[in-house]
């Protein structure tokens, strides 16, 4: 069974970072894309950031480019978002989600089949 859990969320101000980190178990994960999206108080879950299955390629929302960074560490089942000069707009759930097939590489919600439970971002004015 596939396991995805969140961590790094937390309370920052304006300008700050964080660092959210994606555990992952259950599936050979070197050979999946890997995904982070957000989902706003009565928003809809919009996407963030994407790395492929060896980490050296990336897309990212444009509201995001140049702020966040998103990597992996396959030999830790690990993905991260580097988040810096954070905005109040950021304020979300962020969720990982595992690429429905092998090498798959895509910013399209229904393209991921696995979910972590999500970890909260919280970003003061």
């Known amino acids: 069974q596939v396991q995805l859990v969140e961590s790094g969320g937390g309370l920052v101000q304006a300008g700050g970072s964080l660092r959210l980190s994606c555990a992952a178990s259950g599936r050979t994960f070197s050979s999946y894309g890997m995904g982070w999206f957000r989902q706003a108080p009565g928003k809809e879950r919009e996407f963030v950031a994407a790395?492929?299955?060896?980490?050296?390629?990336?897309y990212y929302a444009d509201s995001v480019k140049g702020r966040f960074t998103i990597s992996r560490d396959n030999a830790k089942n690990t993905v991260y978002l580097q988040m810096n000069s954070l905005k109040p707009e950021d304020t979300a759930v962020y969720y990982c989600a595992s690429a429905r097939s092998i090498g798959l590489h895509t910013t399209t919600l229904r393209e991921y089949d696995y979910w972590g439970q999500g970890t909260q971002v919280s970003v003061s004015s």
């Open positions: 790395i492929n299955w060896s980490g050296d390629s990336t």
